[in-house]
């Protein structure tokens, strides 16, 4: 249908694209709609940048007519196609609300646009362009989806409200009514929508309805009453809310309520009896201050001690105790003028003095008039449930074993503090406090000695700071101070931080006492300050505990301001630990090989050098990225995976005579050798591969050495029974001593890099090389020199006896492929033994 758009006369103007910067772009930007034309015959589109970004296809002008269709949803293209082809044909014109599929490749999904277009006819009438816009209007469609849930909301919402509710307009005819509504008035909707709410009631009651109706709308004030409607033989209390289009109102039943009021006078002997206090006091003749108490019940007496003749004609303040509580009674004076009672809890004095908590409830007495008469208050002793309470919320917000401020209400406090702060302007200041080798303690004299310790440290603390600073407990070994108001100059209030904290570590640096065992304790302190401009109280955190981790790794038993870079580097690491979590998922990781060759040169094996391939970093060095997987245990899984791969490696050059004797080395961390279960990964992965044992070299660092050297020395025992060759890597950087190198099952030395590099210039660097020669000799070990990058190097450890090398004189590390054809083209060493391997 489209390739019908024909015609000969171009007598009208072509088409253009507008210019890009024209303020007509700006417009359509603004509005979201873009220009389009087409002169005919052809099916070339031209169109503008906004057009362009709403269709979701390239800018630059102009696209095929089928392109541009091609991009609306299969229920709408051809809708389209015949809306453009009856344009190009008779000239009508038309506008419709479309859909186009989402230009986002990872999002299926739909936008609504409005498509209009019109015929342009040159001198003698004939249709020689077509022309029109596209809008977006997706915003819009939600708009009107989300108008529509609501609307349905509201509905159900005022079906489901319990009390009889109706809408009035504001002649105060019937414009809704819900089913309680129908039902306490026995009238259905239908009958009653239109009609005016007082015609349901006749004489004077619907005319005292109708005044207070016209009320509310006339001073646009919710009006609330009572009264009693004979047709339905009910008290009603009535309550209006005024709106812009009349009157929304309640009908609620209290007849029940009612009669209770009306029989109250007549229960003050069941009243006289009950264990609550009651107290009925009489309203005064205008001009008079207080109210006069005209009854009491026996509990009044048993709970306060007053004898009813001590108290008849006085008034009830004189049981509020020489502070009354001003603030409360005022509340409860507003609540009882506007609602007619009130609920409150207060202390009432006993006449010995002392005094208990009451839960106390005042009602009004109306006369049928609508005067006053009486207040009843009864209320009921509370201090037990208060005690309670109070304890509950102790424990809520304090700390049980040191009485500090906890966690919830430290967050609570210096949430306050900040927003004191921004009108203040004054400069506060945030202190993290962690106590040095607190563990130790614990594991060595118990947790009771730890409880006391922190008890001790709350305790000086305290006596650091003011009273209106706050000292909390956050968990554990770790407390916060928070001081305040410490002057609007940042570097004043600075150095008084400081000092604050010096006091601190020399107060905690004095022995504690622990039941008789002097305790030597120091802590490290991180410091932020606050303005209250800028920053949350969870960030405030986060910098004082960074800030605390950098004393810690200064030495401890120091202090440390916060420094926006400490944010920077811990931002980062924390970017680089998601990238790693999602790089082990996505096998963002590869390994690159460096060979290792004999003193002709010929090729003994290779060392798997982790890399990572990462998406928008590139290829990433193990140095920036094993220390993070080391902390976070990834370098669990990651490593492995380089296990796995270099023995699947091995596996694949076993077939193949000229790679059959090569051996590859792994580097494994002291996270990943300590797993309980690594000797049994080593083994499964070696059983499921099905290499030679010895061909597989587990590069080991001397940090091992430190400690644990048992379970060491036997997990190596079991990999050496196994056959797999054991290695130290970066030998003499580290733990290593001839007393604990005899003990190990180990088939190599390999010496650091370090040394290799100033050999020839540093005598002290040529002599420990030497010395490693020649101690790995006489242990019967081999020998790998590691970085030899110059000839002279190579010959230099040659004639010191080393026999293997590996560094960039022969080869950098080389992704498979690359390795591959190295080893095509470079000797290789004949398969050996697995005695006689290097």
């Keep these: 249908m489209l390739h019908d758009f024909t015609g000969e006369d171009a007598a009208a103007p072509p088409a253009t694209q507008p210019s890009g910067g024209s303020l007509l772009d700006m417009a359509e930007r603004t509005a979201h709609i873009g220009s389009w034309s087409m002169d005919l015959p052809g099916h070339r589109v031209m169109h503008s940048d906004e057009f362009a970004a709403i269709l979701g296809v390239p800018r630059g002008g102009a696209l095929l007519l089928d392109a541009m269709t091609n991009r609306f949803t299969p229920d709408w293209r051809q809708r389209l196609r015949t809306l453009l082809h009856r344009c190009s044909q008779d000239g009508t014109p038309f506008d419709a609300e479309m859909q186009i599929a989402s230009s986002a490749k990872a999002a299926q999904t739909t936008q609504w646009v409005r498509a209009v277009g019109e015929a342009v006819r040159n001198d003698q009438g004939r249709i020689v362009r077509l022309q029109g816009a596209l809008q977006d209007i997706s915003a819009q469609k939600q708009a009107q989806r989300e108008t529509l849930r609501l609307a349905m909301r509201l509905t159900t919402t005022l079906a489901s409200i319990t009390e009889a509710f109706f809408t009035l307009d504001r002649q105060c005819c019937f414009t809704y009514l819900n089913q309680e509504s129908e039902r306490l008035l026995q009238r259905s909707t239908g009958d009653l929508l239109g009609l005016p709410i007082w015609q349901e009631f006749a004489g004077g009651v619907g005319d005292r309805l109708k005044q207070q109706l016209e009320k509310s709308l006339a001073s646009h004030r919710r009006v609330e009453f009572e009264d009693f409607y004979p047709p339905l033989d009910k008290w009603l209390e009535v309550r209006a809310y005024p709106f812009a289009e009349g009157l929304a109102v309640y009908f609620r039943d209290v007849s029940e309520r009612r009669k209770s009021q009306e029989q109250l006078m007549l229960l003050q002997t069941s009243i006289s009896r009950l264990n609550d206090i009651v107290l009925i006091a009489e309203a005064l003749p205008a001009g008079e201050s207080a109210p006069r108490i005209v009854f009491v019940n026996d509990a009044f007496e048993q709970h306060t001690g007053y004898l009813p003749a001590e108290v008849m004609g006085k008034t009830p303040r004189m049981m509020l105790g020489p502070e009354p509580q001003l603030r409360e009674l005022r509340r ?19 006449k010995d003095g002392s005094w208990f908590w009451v839960e106390l409830e005042i009602v009004l007495v109306l006369a049928p008039a609508g005067q006053l008469t009486h207040w009843v208050a009864v209320g009921r002793n509370i201090t037990q449930r208060k005690a309670a309470e109070d304890e509950i919320h102790h424990l809520a917000f304090y700390d049980p074993l040191t009485n500090l401020p906890n966690r919830q209400l430290l967050m609570d406090r210096l949430q306050r503090a900040l927003t004191q702060s921004a009108r203040t302007r004054h400069q506060g200041a945030l202190m993290f406090i962690d106590v040095d080798n607190f563990k130790a303690l614990n594991d060595t004299l118990g947790h009771h000695k730890g409880d006391q310790l922190l008890q001790k440290v709350a305790t000086r603390l305290l006596d650091c700071v003011r009273k209106t600073d706050t000292v909390a407990r956050l968990g554990g070994d770790e407390f916060v101070i928070m001081l305040e108001d410490l002057g609007d100059e940042p570097d004043a209030a600075a150095a008084r931080a400081r000092v604050v904290a010096e006091k601190v570590l020399d107060q905690l640096r004095t022995p504690f006492d622990l039941d008789g065992h002097q305790h030597h304790a120091s802590a490290s302190m991180g410091v932020t300050a606050f303005s209250g401009l800028q920053g949350s109280v969870n960030e405030l955190l986060k910098q004082a505990d960074l800030a605390m981790y950098q004393a810690k790794t200064l030495g401890r038993n120091n202090v440390c301001f916060f420094d926006p870079a400490l944010q920077a580097a811990a931002s980062a690491k924390a970017a680089l630990i998601s990238d790693l979590r999602i790089g082990l998922q996505a096998q963002q990781f590869l390994l690159y090989y460096q060979p290792q060759v004999d003193r002709h040169g010929g090729i003994t094996g290779v060392e798997a050098l982790l890399r990572w391939q990462h998406p928008r970093q590139g290829l990433v060095a193990p140095a920036d990225f094993i220390p993070a997987a080391e902390d976070t245990g990834l370098i669990l ?20 005579p000229e790679t059959a004797g090569l051996s590859v080395a792994v580097n494994v961390s002291v996270r990943q050798f300590r797993h309980p279960d690594f000797v049994d990964m080593v083994m499964a992965t070696i059983a499921r591969t099905g290499i030679a044992p010895h061909r597989l070299k587990l590069e080991l660092t001397e940090s091992l050495l430190a400690d644990r050297m048992e379970i060491t020395i036997a997990k190596m025992g079991s990999l050496k029974a196994l056959g797999v060759t054991l290695a130290i890597d970066d030998f003499g950087m580290g733990y290593s001593s001839l007393s604990v190198l005899k003990r190990l099952p180990l088939d190599q030395l390999k010496i650091d890099r370090t040394f290799v590099a100033d050999l020839l210039t540093d005598p002290n660097d040529a002599a420990i090389s030497r010395a490693i020669i020649t101690l790995a000799q006489s242990l019967g070990l081999g020998v790998v020199a590691e970085g030899v990058e110059t000839q002279a190097q190579r010959d230099f450890l040659i004639r010191q006896g080393c026999e293997h090398f590996q560094g ?5 590390p080389l992704p498979i492929a690359q390795l591959e054809a190295y080893l095509r083209v470079q000797p290789t060493c004949p398969a050996s033994s697995p005695s006689s391997a290097p």
């Design 332 to 350: 409860m004076s507003e609540a009882l003028q506007k609602d007619g009672q009130v609920r409150s809890e207060l202390r009432i004095f006993r």
């Design 808 to 812: 960039y004189l022969f080869s950098e």
């Design 637 to 656: 899984p990651l490593g492995q995976w380089a296990l796995e791969s270099a023995c699947a490696q091995l596996a694949a050059w076993a077939g193949r």
